[in-house]
């Protein structure tokens, strides 16, 4: 087991605000945390290992496009896991980003 850290802490860590680990501990969705007493802690163990599974290769077309869903029972594209709306361009869907040319 790694350092223990706070919310706060956590956040800083992984670059989000202590209000987005508190909205996805309420979803089920983030990081394991622990609850110790009236708080939350991060095992920084954890953090680490949670990032790393959510590395992409940006040369690996399908990782690139799919990620496991919330419950890492089936592949989502990015889109929807991010909820992204489907743009359309000649009548291809395309990402929101939409044109760039």
Do not use: C
Not at 44 to 68: F, M, N, Y
Request: charged fraction near 35%; avoid cysteine.
């Amino acid at each position: 087991m790694g350092r223990l850290l706070t919310v706060a802490e956590a956040a800083a860590l992984l670059r989000f605000k202590p209000r987005t680990l508190d909205n996805w501990r309420t979803r089920g969705f983030g990081p394991k945390y622990v609850p110790v007493g009236g708080g939350i802690r991060y095992d920084e163990d954890d953090l680490t290992k949670w990032i790393t599974q959510r590395k992409v290769d940006p040369t690996d077309r399908d990782g690139a496009r799919k990620s496991k869903s919330r419950r890492g029972k089936t592949d989502v594209t990015v889109q929807e896991t991010l909820h992204l709306p489907k743009l359309r361009r000649h009548g291809k869907e395309n990402s929101r980003m939409g044109d760039l040319d």
